[in-house]
């Protein structure tokens, strides 16, 4: 499967942006997808993540409440709402689809998110 991230810009402290992970190639539907973000200078670390259907999700402490993800199986893309947006939210976010083996094997290229305070 390949994925491809898009949606990062710049805003300002407070702000929403709205990434998508686009998918093509094998059955989507069927994987597990998660985002991760990797910041200058830290270890890339998850953020979200949502089931193959979408009636489960999990999220990472730091974003819970302000990030929301989603997914549309018949657009093959899995979203990721972002509102409230501080300054440490500032990485660069990549998605990734799960194998059947449970590990992330599959991911898109990045799309850089700024947050100006």
């Known amino acids: 499967v390949q994925l491809q991230a898009s949606g990062g810009g710049l805003v300002q402290e407070g702000g929403s942006l709205r990434l998508s992970c686009a998918a093509s190639?094998?059955?989507?539907?069927?994987?597990?997808t998660g985002w991760f973000r990797q910041a200058p200078g830290k270890e890339r670390e998850f953020v979200a993540r949502i089931s193959w259907s979408g009636g489960s999700t999990y999220y990472a402490d730091s974003v819970k409440g302000r990030f929301t993800i989603s997914r549309d199986n018949a657009k093959n893309t899995v979203f990721l709402q972002m509102n409230s947006l501080k300054p440490e939210d500032t990485a660069v976010y990549y998605c990734?689809?799960?194998?059947?083996?449970?590990?992330?094997?599959?991911w898109g290229q990045g799309t850089q998110v700024t947050v100006s305070s």
């Open positions: 190639g094998r059955t989507f539907s069927r994987y597990t």
């Open positions: 990734a689809a799960q194998s059947t083996y449970g590990t992330y094997d599959y």
